[in-house]
């Protein structure tokens, strides 16, 4: 059976794209996390990533351009908070210097991509 693709707005947004990306990053360093940490910091990181990219994708369909502002400002608030367990998890030694370097660059690039899309939304 052939998967036919739907277009919608927010896939050819290439930070939705790079959050994608990110969120898929952060799943796969944190499964090295220790057991003990699967309803906490595991799964605080993994839920703060994936709503990077879920509000780009709800805030595209919004009716007005200051409320897609307020969900890419929701966005910014998500890459934060798992910035924030990033940097918790990297001197826990849950994942090495090159892990953080790559998720941090990854979440610095997109934060760049968050802010200049809200400029260019500005009334």
Same mark, same amino acid.
């Given at each position: 059976?052939?998967?036919?693709? !739907?277009? /919608?707005?927010?896939?050819? %947004?290439?930070?939705?794209?790079? !959050?994608?990306?990110? &969120?898929?990053?952060?799943?796969?360093?944190? #499964?090295? /996390?220790?057991? &003990?940490? *699967?309803?906490?910091?595991?799964?605080?990181? +993994? +839920?703060?990533?994936?709503?990077?990219?879920? =509000? *780009? !994708?709800?805030?595209?369909?919004? +009716? #007005?351009?200051?409320?897609? +502002?307020? /969900? $890419?400002?929701?966005? $910014?608030?998500?890459?934060?908070?798992?910035? #924030?367990?990033?940097? *918790?998890?990297?001197? %826990?030694?849950?994942?090495? =210097?090159?892990?953080? =370097?790559?998720?941090? =660059?990854? !979440? #610095?690039? *997109? &934060?760049?991509?968050?802010?200049? $899309?809200?400029?260019?939304?500005?009334?």
């Amino acid at each position: 059976m052939d998967r036919q693709i !739907a277009s /919608f707005r927010f896939e050819k %947004l290439l930070v939705w794209q790079k !959050a994608v990306e990110y &969120s898929l990053y952060i799943y796969k360093i944190s #499964t090295k /996390f220790p057991k &003990s940490e *699967i309803f906490g910091l595991q799964s605080q990181i +993994r +839920r703060s990533a994936v709503s990077i990219a879920l =509000n *780009i !994708a709800e805030g595209s369909g919004r +009716r #007005t351009k200051k409320d897609f +502002r307020k /969900f $890419l400002h929701d966005s $910014l608030g998500s890459l934060r908070e798992s910035l #924030t367990c990033l940097h *918790i998890v990297e001197q %826990l030694t849950y994942i090495d =210097n090159s892990e953080f =370097n790559h998720a941090y =660059n990854l !979440a #610095t690039e *997109i &934060s760049k991509m968050l802010y200049r $899309l809200e400029q260019s939304l500005q009334d």
